[in-house]
């Protein structure tokens, strides 16, 4: 049986400045993901009247650019420095949610959130990179379980702080102050050192076997079925709010 990371070795891990810099810029990162999750759905449902195909539109921008555009951008990710990626795909994730405040179109929207999630799947394998360069190897395991915690209480979390922020403002209020929020990461990250990677076997790989590669991973990820459940489940959590 696996040994339970204590919470000794996540104090030592926080006390390194790397790996504590990149889990603090990590949770607005997160967070930025769905925080405007609500506000997407009031707009699109009580500000716009759109009904349920719209609803399984917008499910698709959300969901398909991790399957599609993911693996392609993992094998560019692969050959770029990471500080440089983290950083652009925060910015750029600011930049498109900026957008979402000045757009009438359901059609824009909608192109728009499809536009994020491809910034947003060049963010997760530059991350994974970045914690296997940072990170003691005694210490990965605690590095992997506190980014796993952030980005799985972002889930839960993210939706359920954006419907109370909607309680009190304007949905277009809660994409400029979602939107602060990746620009706010994207500054964190320029204070993470990332070492230089030595080339391996798998970065020295064709940008086509590395992609076919990527697009086996799928595979072994959650059923399109899976994540539309969760996307299901956090619908009834905006609609109850």
């Avoid at 759905?41 to 555009?69: E, R």
């Avoid at 395991?141 to 839960?156: E, F, R, V, W």
């Avoid at 102050?177 to 798998?202: D, H, K, W």
């Amino acid at each position: 049986m696996p040994e339970k990371p204590s919470s000794a070795g996540y104090r030592s891990l926080l006390r390194l400045k790397m790996p504590r810099r990149l889990a603090l810029a990590c949770v607005p990162a997160d967070f930025s993901d769905w925080l405007d999750y609500a506000a997407v759905v009031a707009l699109l449902v009580y500000g716009w009247g759109q009904g349920p195909v719209m609803l399984a539109v917008f499910a698709l921008a959300l969901s398909l650019p991790y399957v599609i555009v993911g693996p392609l951008l993992a094998v560019l990710v692969d050959r770029a420095p990471l500080r440089g990626v983290l950083f652009a795909t925060n910015l750029g994730r600011a930049l498109a949610t900026f957008a979402f405040a000045f757009t009438g179109d359901t059609w824009v929207l909608l192109g728009l959130v499809f536009v994020r999630g491809c910034i947003d799947s060049a963010f997760t394998p530059a991350r994974q990179a970045t914690i296997q360069a940072t990170t003691p190897t005694e210490l990965l395991g605690h590095a992997q379980g506190l980014h796993q915690a952030i980005n799985q209480t972002s889930k839960i979390a993210g939706p359920a702080i954006g419907g109370v922020l909607l309680a009190f403002w304007p949905a277009q209020s809660v994409f400029l102050f979602n939107g602060a929020l990746s620009l706010f990461a994207a500054i964190i990250i320029l204070g993470v050192s990332v070492p230089e990677r030595v080339a391996t076997s798998s970065t020295t790989q064709t940008f086509a076997m590395r992609s076919m590669a990527g697009f086996c991973r799928i595979q072994t990820q959650p059923s399109p079925a899976h994540c539309a459940d969760l996307l299901g489940q956090r619908l009834l959590l905006v609609l109850s709010l």
